[in-house]
């Protein structure tokens, strides 16, 4: 039972490696392909708003077919997507490679989920993704770090050619030992999405935009804030954000363990001390220890967050769990792409040092949401 989950925990973080790696090369690939850090930052926006527009619908559509040869065409799809990425002489061919495995990733991620939950059952939801989300946790703690660091060392080039390389292994992995896992019938496309009917659960996606565009409004710029603003090198840079990932591992682990008793609570709870991180965090660019403390508050909560959120919509609708983890990673890609945009606005408009306070003002709209979710969930139960 526990090897599925590994070998799905393994092949996601390459997938989420493959997203959020392009946070650490921001810097260099914009002076590289003559582009401005708001413009580079727009290829997030890109995954970001792919994964929300037609995540939903291909997650709906291909969860009819066996999970094992879908996963490895997917991870196929990434390992082509970063050669093309590695190779890529301007932003739109750039952009094109962000683009193919954008299609793939929520597909990924929603129908892993709904196995690692088929194989510990319901009641045990939140533990089970959170192996699964252990792979995430690694992307954030080895992935975009190491890829950070191999840039200032190789050039950013070389940390996408590398990511091509592992997605091929992940792949011939899956192949040889990925169990070939039961086939269970699935609801129809029409059935699937008459849960965005309920207005709880059109709340609890909201809640997942907000939640993620308060996130990346500040982390899709982390690298830039740490070189302008502390000072920092590439290399330093790339320790940061092992450190900022390393401290993730403990927030998945709390996030797993809440939000299976109670998945709003922790989402108001892991928001509620991001606040204070993101909050800090600038101040604290010319304190070591300030620093290094908004960074772990900041690195806990957003590891968190990403495993709660997710939980908290497959909990909302059992009836379809993989179209609604679709949901949340529709939600929280949109989220994602729209912070990217408003920090990149912050930037040009109010300053980079004002991108924490930005950030801490979207959580706090989160905070009241989840607040107003809590009071509707007893009455829309009973209507």
């Keep these: 039972m526990l090897l599925p989950i590994l070998l799905l925990s393994a092949a996601g973080f390459t997938v989420l490696t493959t997203e959020f790696v392009i946070v650490g090369l921001l810097p260099a690939l914009a002076r590289d392909l003559a582009v401005t850090i708001p413009q580079a930052g727009l290829l997030v926006t890109l ?8 995540g939903p619908f291909l997650t709906a559509y291909c969860a009819r077919f066996p999970r094992k040869r879908l996963f490895i065409g997917i991870l196929i799809l990434f390992g082509l997507s970063n050669a093309l990425a590695a190779l890529a002489p301007n932003i739109v061919v750039m952009a094109i ?18 196995t690692a939950v088929d ?10 993704i959170a192996k699964i989300g252990f792979g995430i946790v690694c992307a954030t703690v080895f992935g975009i770090p190491v890829g950070t660091l191999i840039s200032d060392a190789f050039g950013w080039r070389s940390a996408f050619a590398l990511l091509s390389g592992v997605a091929f292994a992940k792949a011939l992995l899956l192949a040889i030992y990925l169990p070939p896992t ?4 699935q609801a129809s496309l029409l059935g699937q999405f008459k849960i965005l009917r309920d207005p709880l659960m059109q709340g609890h996606v909201l809640l997942s935009v907000l939640v993620f565009s308060g996130m990346f409004t500040a982390y899709t710029y982390l ?9 920092l090198n590439g290399t330093v840079v790339g320790w940061c954000l092992m450190g900022f990932g390393a401290v993730g591992l403990l927030g998945n682990s709390l996030g797993g363990r809440m939000v299976d008793r109670h998945p709003l609570i922790a989402s108001l709870v892991f928001c509620t001390f991001m606040v204070a991180g993101l909050v800090a965090v600038v101040p604290g660019m010319q304190s070591t220890p300030l620093l290094a403390l908004a960074l772990a508050i900041w690195g806990i909560t957003q590891s968190a967050l990403f495993l709660v959120s ?11 769990p993989a179209f609604a983890a679709s949901l949340n990673i529709a939600g929280a890609n949109l989220g994602i792409g729209l912070g ?14 004002n991108l924490g306070f930005a950030a801490a003002v979207i959580i706090l709209l989160s905070i009241v949401l989840a607040l107003l979710l809590m009071r509707l969930k007893p009455q829309l139960a009973e209507a």
């Design 47 to 54: 995954f970001a708003f792919t994964v929300a527009t037609f």
């Design 97 to 114: 490679a962000r683009l193919i495995p954008a299609l793939g990733l929520p597909v990924f991620w929603a129908l892993a989920s709904e």
């Design 119 to 128: 194989i510990v059952g319901p009641d045990f939801a939140g533990r089970a």
């Design 182 to 185: 039961p086939q269970k019938p």
């Design 223 to 231: 690298a830039d804030m740490l070189e302008r603003l502390a000072g």
């Design 310 to 320: 997710h939980v908290r919509l497959i909990k909302a609708a059992p009836q379809a």
């Design 340 to 353: 990217a945009i408003i920090g990149g606005r912050v930037i040009d408009h109010l300053g980079l040092g």
